[in-house]
C-alpha cells in the first residue's frame, strides 16, 4: 500500500527537496506551506504520517500538533517534527505533544527516510490507525497462537465494495464505515462472546475474531445482521429506496454500483488438514458470502 505524507515546510526549496525525494521512494506526498494549510490537508486527505516543521508563517508547528490533537478524525495522526531548533526544552515540548520523533536540520535523507519507515513500520505492526484494533503483525501472533489451545474458532469478516464507495463518497465516509464495523464487531463479542476472545484488523477491508466453537454460531449470525443492516444506512435515501448507486463516471456515462458487502470465513479446530498459520492465513484469504 502507498503511504501519503505530509510534508508542512515554508521553506520553499527544502519542502520541494522533500517532495521529490519521498516520491521517488514510492510514498505520495502532499505539501503544506503554513499551519493553517496543514490542518485544511490533514482534514482534506487523511495522511498516514506529517513531517512538521515547528516555525511557519502563521503560527508554530506545536500548535499546529495541538489543534490535530483536538478534533476527533485527526486526533491520532502521527507527528515526526523536523526543524532547527535543537534546544532541549523544543525536544521534550514535541514529544509531549505526542509526536512520535524528532529530527533537527540539517538532517541526513537517508536518516529521515529510515525513520519514517520505522514509524509507519511500528504503527502497522500494532494497531489500525482508524479503528485503533491491532493490525496485520499483532492479529498474525495471535493466529499463530490458536494452535496451542482447543475448541478454538477464527472467523474472518471482510467488506467487499469499500473501495467504489471510497471513490464516490469519499474518504471520511469511508472511515466511519470501517469505526462502524469496529463498534459493531466490539458490541457482537460483548454480548455473545467471553472476555478472552479477540477482535483485530489486519487489513483495511478484512478483521478477525478468534473466540470458542460454542459461541460462533450464535455471534456469526448475529454480526452478519447487523453489518448487513448497519451498512445499508451508509448511503443516501434515495439509493437506498432504489437497491444500488447510480454514480455518474469519469466516462460520463451511469453506472450500477451495488452496495456493499459482508463476506465471512469460519475456521476451527476441528480442520484436521489446517495446522500451520500459513494455511489458516490462506483459508482466511477465501472468504463465503453471507447476508445477500
Known amino acids: 500500500m502507498k503511504h501519503t505524507l505530509l510534508i508542512v515546510e ?5 519542502a520541494n527537496m522533500l517532495q521529490v525525494y519521498f516520491e521517488a521512494q514510492g510514498y505520495s506526498v502532499i505539501l503544506a506551506r503554513d499551519g493553517q494549510t496543514a490542518l485544511d490537508r490533514c482534514q482534506a486527505y487523511s495522511p498516514d504520517l506529517i513531517l512538521l516543521d515547528i516555525r511557519l508563517p502563521d503560527f508554530n508547528g506545536f500548535e499546529v500538533s ?4 483536538g478534533e ?8 515526526i517534527f523536523v526543524t532547527e531548533r535543537r534546544e532541549r526544552d523544543y525536544r521534550i515540548e514535541g514529544l509531549k505533544l505526542g509526536a512520535v520523533d524528532y529530527i533537527t536540520k540539517p538532517f541526513d535523507l537517508q536518516e529521515l527516510r529510515l525513520r519514517v519507515r520505522n514509524v509507519l513500520s511500528r504503527i502497522e505492526s500494532r494497531h489500525n490507525h482508524i479503528t485503533n484494533l491491532p493490525a496485520e503483525k499483532l492479529t498474525y501472533r495471535y493466529l499463530d497462537s490458536v494452535f496451542d489451545q482447543k475448541n478454538w ?9 469499500l473501495d467504489t464507495f471510497n471513490k464516490i463518497y469519499g474518504f471520511v465516509a469511508r472511515d466511519d464505515v470501517l469505526r462502524a464495523m469496529a463498534l459493531i464487531l466490539t458490541s457482537s463479542l460483548d454480548e455473545f462472546g ?14 478477525i475474531i478468534i473466540t470458542r466453537q460454542s459461541h460462533i454460531m450464535n455471534l456469526r449470525k448475529h454480526v452478519v445482521e447487523r453489518l448487513k443492516q448497519a451498512l445499508t444506512y451508509f448511503y443516501p435515501l434515495h439509493d437506498r429506496e432504489i437497491g444500488y448507486v447510480l454514480w455518474d463516471n469519469s466516462q460520463a456515462s451511469r453506472e ?7 463476506f465471512t470465513t469460519v475456521v476451527s479446530s476441528d480442520d484436521s488438514h489446517i495446522d500451520s498459520v500459513e494455511q489458516l492465513q490462506q483459508v482466511l484469504a477465501s472468504p ?3 447476508g445477500r
Open 10 to 14: 515554508d521553506g520553499h526549496e527544502t
Open 72 to 79: 476527533l478524525r485527526t486526533s491520532r495522526l502521527p507527528i
Open 66 to 69: 495541538k489543534r490535530l490533537q
Open 153 to 161: 474458532v477464527v472467523m474472518s469478516v471482510v467488506i467487499s465494495g
Open 194 to 207: 467471553t472476555i478472552d476472545d479477540m477482535l483485530s484488523q489486519p487489513h483495511e477491508t478484512q478483521f
Open 288 to 290: 463465503i458470502s453471507l
Open 256 to 262: 450500477y454500483i451495488p452496495f456493499m458487502h459482508i
